[in-house]
């Protein structure tokens, strides 16, 4: 295995680690709500009662890419797949989320840190469900 060791990059990593956590704790403590953006974004349309909160997380989820620009530059990114494998992708992602009643933010990251069963025990499926497909992808499908 080979490193990037110009990608390493501890510092902005946990500041935004912390500012992940720091929002989840924000909407916990202020509204009453997990920070899944999954649950978030689905229960936008139609707008839940008393959910006026919930454009307002999501524009400061776009919104957080521009503001950062201000400061340093945005990192390059580079997809290195098809449209129809992006597609397939995000569509395996979407079941996922339903199949999980949560997605990575609201088990991942709330769940856990909350210790539920439920998000401890999705948590663990998707980051082995994730492992097996790189592992396939990299090893078993490249050769």
Same mark, same amino acid.
């Given at each position: ?7 390493? /990059? &501890?510092? &902005?990593?946990? *500041?935004?680690? *912390?500012? %992940? ?10 509204? =009453?709500?997990?920070?899944? %953006?999954? =649950? %978030? *974004? #689905? #229960? *936008?349309? &139609?707008?839940?009662? @008393? =959910? ?7 524009? #400061? ?9 201000? =400061?340093?530059?945005?990192?390059? %990114? ?11 992708? @995000?569509?395996?992602? #979407?079941? @996922?989320?339903?199949?999980?009643? @949560?997605? /990575? ?39």
């Amino acid at each position: 295995m080979n490193l990037d060791w110009s990608a390493f /990059t &501890p510092a &902005p990593s946990a *500041l935004g680690g *912390l500012l %992940i956590g720091a929002a989840a704790v924000l909407l916990m403590a202020g509204a =009453g709500r997990i920070a899944g %953006i999954s =649950g %978030i *974004l #689905g #229960g *936008l349309w &139609p707008m839940e009662r @008393g =959910g006026s909160w919930r454009p307002a997380f999501l524009l #400061g989820l776009f919104a957080a890419p521009w503001l950062y620009r201000i =400061g340093a530059a945005l990192p390059v %990114i580079a997809v290195e797949a098809g449209t129809a494998r992006l597609i397939a992708a @995000g569509l395996l992602v #979407g079941i @996922g989320t339903r199949y999980a009643s @949560g997605c /990575t933010s609201g088990h991942g990251v709330c769940g856990v840190a909350r210790g539920s069963p439920r998000s401890l025990a999705a948590t663990a499926l998707f980051m082995a469900a994730g492992f097996g497909v790189v592992y396939a992808m990299r090893h078993l499908a490249a050769g």
